[in-house]
């Protein structure tokens, strides 16, 4: 029953793979759940840590069973080999599915080959191939088909380490990174050399961007080319941070000391030609140029919705190659330069009029944030899944693998049906099911059906992979687009556009707009919901997505020549740090809302003319503060101190909510929100029920607030909101997102990352504020000059001690 059980389990799991991997070609923003608990999880995440769970404790009860093989009938014993050989299928499956949340594959490591990754592998296939052996009857037919199984798996094996060998020096894939770093560079001498690198390259429009798509690998000279042999490309290393070292100046006793950057220096050692000297008709460079150009050529499969659609892939299979440079330590030459913060901030948040035939439509408006999110879930599904980096490592290995998945689920289909029908061992197997034997045989049904229940576990799988990963996976419709001009590829034009027009299709019915998640203060002040603060996932509001665009194209908020941001007008550094000003701000928001509610109802009016700017207010502080609950790592202050600021501010709004009404029957969330906006407006009489500074800076903020017309008060509100939103995105902290990555997906506060790193879009201070004195270089005491926290610090992570 236990081994019955599993085997039911792991189809189960198996049918969910499979459905949810289309709905996800469908549906690119997959709701993963709401709840208590599944809301931050995945559902393939979890139904793939179930399906190793029920792996592995089939692995033991199938041992156990085998164990007993004495008393079991021949075709008993068959059938328990085809399960281990499925299994050690499945078993291969699973490991690949299951990799680390904790952000630890987004490294430079990933898909590098080494001999010791197999060694179990190996022993174990070895194993179950002498089992067959020394257990299997003088059957010649059936020996064949158990052979070709065995085999099959072997050639999985063996193909598996091949595409990892091929994947670990492939320009396309472990290298690409080094590739982009050395063609950048060479842009970036171009783009200076050419009336100073400021204003004689236009670099506001897509047409113009020289961001590379696919074919870069050309671009790398061999080293037995002594004809034209470039020279290698030494990258200065901008862009990265490593850390910030500090500079003493002066003399006699006291020291003058400042930082400065510390940029990590990588010498790539590559011959890469000019980009704009390459001249291979075969296969030409494809730039987002390339891609904007092919538009008026082929209008037939650029036609429409679908034309953006073409283009914002390759727009973010452009930006995922540039980005991959962040994780794995390679310099970011672009970053900070006029022409990269122009192309993001001029060109890709303004896609939305820029393409023919399109307006400011509320689906126009989340095109940006569709871009980044593609680029994101590129990223994620290269770290993530272990068959990425194997499709895109060459061409030859993806038409093998194509090919291998085709022939392999035939041979395996065959091979089943010739053990489970054909052989005539099998025959009485069925007499005994159907009750025609005299000898019994313990449930034979269940045997049977946990048989089928495997095949179609293995089928359901690599079904699975076969759609996902190579047909209409991301990689494989950009190159078909790349390479629709080759000239030796015409004849595959038609079964091109066939494949991407298909794709196409099964996107065009969702709506993959921004979805972001919410957590309210006053709905975290009961006894159970300080354990597990409700969750509610939303649609970022079509207003929100335009203020944040406007707002990170106005140069009230960010720099354009330096790149720094700052901090929102109504936040006092010295008075407060970035955790108590949202929590603050928040609660004085969360406030506002709940008095202005009950006003309009009993007034019964109508929502005021404010209500875009009441919503975004509302939705972005309840963001924010899901970010200090649940992400406090991608924050300016330290984690452990923001989980202990708002534990605080928490525990001060529940004692309040808990001082009129009776301590064993708590109030609701709708009562617990009135009476804490009842003591609120109480006055002077507030100030008694609250102890928390925190607390007290947002009802003063409230009442402040009241004061105002409601129309002024949301509007303030709202842009404070998206301005410190903005203001929050730009990190050092790479580990910290490649977690968020990893365990939550592609989040607003992702997308704003990615954006301002490319842009070169950071919360440096003035450098004033890092003067530091040092008396006496030979003493080992230094003097810190004091002075109060403040929020426009260098390090990503303020301690506060």
Same mark, same amino acid.
């Not at 998945?405 to 197997?429: E, H, M, T």
């Not at 048989?451 to 991301?474: G, K, P, Q, R, Y």
């Not at 509610?536 to 207003?543: K, R, W």
């Given at each position: 029953?236990?081994?019955?059980? %599993?085997?039911?389990?792991?189809?189960?799991?198996?049918?969910?793979?499979?459905?949810?991997?289309?709905?996800?070609?469908?549906?690119?923003?997959?709701?993963?759940?709401?709840?208590?608990?599944?809301?931050?999880?995945?559902?393939?995440?979890?139904?793939?840590?179930?399906?190793?769970?029920?792996?592995?404790?089939?692995?033991?009860?199938?041992?156990?069973?085998?164990?007993?093989?004495?008393?079991?009938?021949?075709?008993?014993l068959?059938?328990?080999?085809?399960?281990?050989?499925?299994?050690?299928?499945?078993?291969?499956?699973?490991?690949? %599915?299951?990799?680390?949340?904790?952000? $630890?594959?987004?490294?430079?490591?990933?898909?590098?080959?080494?001999?010791?990754?197999?060694?179990?592998?190996? $022993?174990?296939?070895?194993?179950?191939?002498?089992?067959?052996?020394?257990?299997?009857?003088?059957?010649?037919?059936?020996?064949?088909?158990?052979?070709?199984?065995?085999?099959?798996?072997?050639?999985?094996?063996? =193909?598996?380490?091949?595409?990892?060998?091929?994947?670990?020096?492939?320009?396309?894939?472990?290298?690409?990174?080094?590739?982009? +770093?050395?063609?950048?560079?060479?842009?970036?001498?171009?783009?200076?050399?050419?009336?100073?690198?400021?204003?004689?390259?236009?670099?506001?429009?897509?047409?113009?961007?020289?961001?590379?798509?696919?074919?870069?690998?050309?671009?790398?000279?061999?080293?037995?080319?002594?004809?034209?042999?470039?020279?290698?490309?030494?990258?200065?290393?901008?862009?990265?941070?490593?850390?910030?070292?500090?500079?003493?100046?002066?003399?006699?006793?006291?020291?003058?000391?400042?930082?400065?950057?510390?940029?990590?220096?990588?010498?790539?050692?590559?011959?890469i030609?000019?980009?704009?000297?390459?001249?291979?008709?075969?296969?030409?460079?494809?730039?987002?140029?390339?891609?904007?150009?092919?538009?008026?050529?082929?209008?037939?499969?650029?036609?429409?919705?679908?034309?953006?659609?073409?283009?914002?892939?390759?727009?973010?299979?452009?930006?995922?190659?540039?980005?991959?440079?962040?994780?794995?330590?390679?310099?970011?030459?672009?970053?900070?330069?006029?022409?990269a913060?122009?192309?993001? =901030?001029?060109?890709?948040?303004?896609?939305?009029?820029? $393409?023919?035939?399109?307006?400011?439509?509320?689906?126009? =408006?989340?095109?940006?944030?569709?871009v980044?999110?593609?680029?994101?879930?590129?990223?994620?599904?290269?770290?993530?899944?272990?068959?990425?980096?194997?499709?895109?490592?060459?061409?030859?290995?993806?038409?093998?693998?194509?090919?291998?998945?085709?022939?392999?689920?035939?041979?395996?289909?065959?091979?089943?049906?010739?053990?489970?029908?054909?052989?005539?061992?099998?025959?009485?197997?069925?007499?005994?099911?159907?009750?025609w034997?005299?000898?019994?045989?313990?449930?034979?049904?269940?045997?049977?059906?946990?048989?089928?229940?495997?095949?179609?576990?293995?089928?359901?799988?690599?079904?699975?992979?076969?759609?996902?990963?190579?047909?209409?996976?991301?990689?494989?419709?950009?190159?078909?687009?790349?390479?629709?001009?080759?000239?030796?590829?015409?004849?595959?034009?038609?079964?091109?556009?066939?494949?991407?027009?298909?794709?196409?299709?099964?996107?065009?019915?969702?709506?993959?707009? %921004?979805?972001?998640?919410?957590?309210?203060?006053?709905?975290?002040?009961?006894?159970?919901?300080?354990?597990?603060?409700r969750?509610?996932?939303?649609?970022?509001? +079509?207003?929100?997505?335009?203020?944040?665009?406007?707002?990170l194209?106005?140069?009230?908020?960010?720099?354009?020549?330096?790149?720094?941001?700052?901090?929102?007008?109504?936040?006092?550094?010295?008075?407060?740090?970035?955790?108590?000003?949202?929590?603050?701000?928040?609660?004085?928001?969360?406030?506002?809302?709940?008095?202005?509610m009950?006003?309009?109802?009993?007034?019964?009016?109508?929502?005021?003319?404010?209500?875009?700017?009441?919503r975004i207010?509302?939705?972005?502080?309840?963001?924010?503060?899901?970010?200090?609950?649940?992400?406090?790592?991608?924050?300016?202050d330290?984690?452990?101190?923001?989980?202990?600021?708002?534990?605080?501010?928490?525990?001060?709004?529940?004692? +309040?909510?808990?001082?009129?009404?009776?301590?064993?029957?708590?109030?609701?969330?709708?009562?617990?929100?009135k009476?804490?906006?009842k003591?609120?407006?109480?006055?002077?009489?507030?100030?008694?029920?609250?102890?928390?500074?925190?607390?007290?800076?947002?009802?003063?903020?409230?009442?402040?607030?009241?004061?105002?017309?409601?129309?002024?008060?949301?509007?303030?509100?709202?842009?404070?909101?998206?301005?410190?939103?903005?203001?929050?995105?730009?990190?050092?902290?790479?580990?910290?997102?490649a977690?968020?990555?990893?365990?939550?997906?592609?989040?607003?506060?992702?997308?704003?990352?990615?954006l301002?790193?490319?842009?070169?879009?950071?919360?440096?201070?003035?450098p004033?504020?890092?003067?530091?004195?040092?008396?006496?270089?030979?003493?080992?005491?230094?003097?810190?000059?004091?002075?109060?926290?403040?929020?426009?610090?260098?390090?990503?992570?303020?301690?506060?001690?």
């Open positions: 029953m236990k081994l019955t059980f %599993m085997v039911v389990l792991m189809a189960l799991t198996g049918s969910t793979i499979y459905i949810t991997g289309f709905l996800r070609l469908s549906f690119r923003r997959l709701p993963t759940g709401g709840g208590l608990f599944l809301y931050r999880y995945d559902l393939t995440r979890i139904v793939r840590f179930v399906l190793n769970f029920a792996f592995f404790q089939f692995v033991p009860l199938l041992s156990s069973a085998f164990s007993q093989s004495e008393n079991r009938s021949k075709t008993e068959l059938l328990i080999l085809l399960w281990m050989l499925l299994a050690e299928i499945i078993r291969k499956k699973v490991q690949g %599915m299951l990799l680390p949340t904790d952000g $630890s594959s987004f490294n430079r490591g990933i898909g590098r080959f080494t001999l010791m990754d197999y060694a179990y592998d190996t $022993s174990h296939l070895v194993w179950i191939g002498y089992l067959i052996c020394s257990k299997l009857p003088d059957d010649k037919s059936l020996s064949i088909t158990f052979a070709v199984l065995w085999f099959l798996c072997f050639a999985k094996l063996v =193909l598996s380490a091949v595409n990892r060998s091929f994947a670990s020096y492939s320009f396309h894939t472990a290298r690409n990174p080094l590739v982009i +770093a050395g063609y950048m560079t060479k842009v970036m001498d171009k783009y200076n050399r050419d009336g100073d690198g400021r204003s004689a390259v236009p670099a506001n429009d897509m047409s113009s961007c020289k961001f590379v798509v696919m074919g870069e690998d050309a671009l790398v000279v061999p080293n037995n080319d002594k004809e034209k042999k470039p020279k290698p490309v030494t990258t200065p290393g901008y862009g990265y941070g490593v850390g910030r070292r500090v500079v003493v100046a002066g003399g006699g006793h006291q020291h003058q000391a400042t930082y400065c950057d510390e940029n990590e220096q990588k010498h790539l050692h590559l011959c030609a000019e980009p704009d000297d390459y001249s291979n008709k075969e296969w030409p460079l494809v730039t987002v140029k390339t891609i904007w150009e092919m538009r008026e050529k082929h209008k037939h499969i650029f036609h429409g919705k679908r034309g953006d659609f073409l283009e914002d892939l390759c727009l973010s299979f452009s930006l995922f190659k540039m980005l991959r440079r962040r994780f794995e330590h390679y310099p970011m030459v672009e970053v900070g330069s006029d022409m913060r122009a192309m993001m =901030l001029d060109g890709l948040l303004k896609l939305n009029f820029s $393409s023919p035939g399109s307006n400011s439509s509320h689906d126009q =408006l989340q095109r940006p944030f569709q980044l999110l593609m680029e994101l879930e590129l990223l994620k599904n290269y770290y993530q899944q272990a068959a990425a980096p194997v499709v895109m490592s060459q061409p030859i290995l993806f038409c093998i693998n194509f090919l291998s998945s085709i022939i392999f689920l035939d041979f395996f289909i065959v091979a089943v049906v010739d053990i489970l029908i054909v052989n005539k061992d099998a025959a009485p197997l069925y007499c005994r099911i159907m009750g034997g005299r000898t019994p045989v313990s449930s034979p049904s269940l045997i049977l059906s946990l048989t089928m229940l495997l095949v179609l576990t293995v089928i359901l799988i690599e079904a699975h992979d076969f759609w996902t990963s190579f047909v209409f996976s991301d990689w494989n419709i950009v190159r078909m687009l790349c390479s629709y001009d080759r000239p030796s590829r015409r004849w595959l034009q038609k079964i091109y556009s066939v494949v991407i027009y298909i794709r196409y299709c099964l996107l065009s019915s969702s709506k993959n707009k %921004m979805t972001i998640y919410q957590v309210s203060i006053l709905d975290a002040c009961g006894p159970i919901d300080k354990h597990f603060a969750t509610s996932q939303v649609t970022l509001p +079509a207003s929100a997505t335009a203020q944040i665009i406007q707002a194209c106005s140069c009230d908020i960010i720099n354009r020549s330096t790149g720094a941001i700052n901090l929102p007008a109504g936040i006092d550094s010295n008075q407060m740090t970035t955790t108590e000003a949202i929590l603050a701000w928040h609660l004085a928001t969360e406030l506002l809302e709940t008095t202005t009950d006003s309009q109802k009993k007034q019964c009016r109508r929502p005021p003319a404010g209500a875009d700017n009441r207010a509302s939705v972005l502080s309840k963001y924010c503060v899901h970010l200090v609950v649940h992400l406090p790592e991608l924050l300016p330290e984690e452990t101190w923001v989980s202990s600021c708002y534990e605080e501010t928490r525990s001060c709004l529940d004692h +309040a909510s808990r001082r009129c009404g009776c301590r064993a029957c708590p109030p609701s969330r709708r009562c617990r929100k009476k804490i906006a003591t609120a407006m109480s006055g002077d009489q507030w100030e008694d029920s609250f102890r928390d500074p925190t607390v007290r800076r947002g009802v003063k903020l409230f009442h402040r607030l009241r004061e105002k017309p409601a129309y002024e008060a949301w509007d303030e509100l709202a842009r404070l909101w998206v301005h410190l939103v903005i203001y929050l995105a730009p990190s050092n902290d790479v580990q910290g997102h977690k968020a990555l990893a365990s939550w997906g592609a989040d607003l506060i992702t997308c704003l990352w990615a301002c790193t490319h842009a070169g879009i950071t919360r440096q201070p003035p004033k504020q890092h003067d530091v004195e040092v008396h006496d270089q030979q003493q080992i005491d230094i003097v810190v000059t004091h002075r109060q926290p403040t929020l426009n610090q260098d390090d990503d992570n303020s301690i506060y001690v």
